[in-house]
């Protein structure tokens, strides 16, 4: 069975500090998939990244980073120098060959002024 | 280029109505899925869905529950008689292909969701 663990629920920083959200996942497949997305107060589902099980560098985006340990099936996002606007709900999500996504329960982030 | 539309955004029901909820995928999209959010959790697998033919439902409730994504028009979720718990975000996700390489990793392009509160 696929299970996305995201054990930070909440997370509080003020504005400018890194933050980093954890995610750990379980699967017997060896090609899977990951990705990270946002979901701001407005409601809305933004993909941020896919990472498939091959390919374990890790990614820069601007202030976005991914990384990938499959040693310790972790996928953890950092956020550097985080914003009012990063203020959301972040989902890890897991999937098998794009099938079935699986989902964590997200980490809700609240980056204050 | 319109993304996954869904509607109605909003929808609200007494117990024992039904409730009917549309997802139209992206352009060239020709897989659908649904999941359900609760208030304050993630996101939920209900089904999943191609043209004329359930994939993979195993998260669907066994009872008054039912998803179907026609040859012409949108895909449906149908909820019957429905209760208090049935209220949530309901979200539709499309994606063009089942991703069967290392290349063809789906993404799942989210619609707005739709919020079901059962009154």
């Known amino acids: 069975a696929q299970k996305v663990t995201q054990a930070q629920t909440e997370i509080s920083v003020v504005e400018k500090e890194d933050v980093t959200l954890d995610c750990v996942y379980e699967t017997r497949d060896t090609t899977y998939y990951l990705f990270w997305y946002k979901q701001p107060p407005s409601g809305e589902l933004v993909f941020l990244i896919r990472r498939n099980s091959f390919d374990e560098q890790n990614e820069i985006s601007g202030r976005y980073s991914w990384n990938f340990q499959k040693s310790t099936s972790s996928f953890n996002f950092t956020i550097t120098a985080s914003q009012v606007v990063d203020s959301a709900v972040y989902f890890c999500?897991?999937?098998?060959?794009?099938?079935?996504?699986?989902f964590g329960p997200g980490t809700r982030l609240s980056v204050l002024p | 280029n319109a993304g996954v539309m869904q509607n109605p955004r909003h929808l609200v029901r007494r117990r024992g109505q039904e409730a009917r909820l549309r997802c139209s995928p992206m352009k060239g999209h020709s897989h659908v899925y649904w999941y359900r959010q609760l208030p304050e959790e993630g996101l939920k697998f209900m089904v999943y869905?191609?043209?004329?033919?359930?994939?993979?439902e195993s998260g669907m409730p066994k009872e008054r529950f039912s998803a179907e994504f026609p040859k012409e028009g949108p895909s449906i979720l149908r909820i019957q008689q429905v209760v208090r718990g049935d209220s949530a975000a309901y979200f539709c996700?499309?994606?063009?292909?089942?991703?069967?390489?290392?290349?063809?990793?789906?993404?799942?392009?989210f619609g707005a969701g739709s919020r079901l509160t059962v009154l």
């Open positions: 996700a499309s994606s063009s292909t089942t991703g069967r390489s290392l290349s063809g990793a789906n993404v799942l392009t």
């Open positions: 999500a897991l999937s098998h060959y794009g099938q079935n996504f699986v």
């Open positions: 869905l191609q043209k004329e033919n359930i994939i993979d």
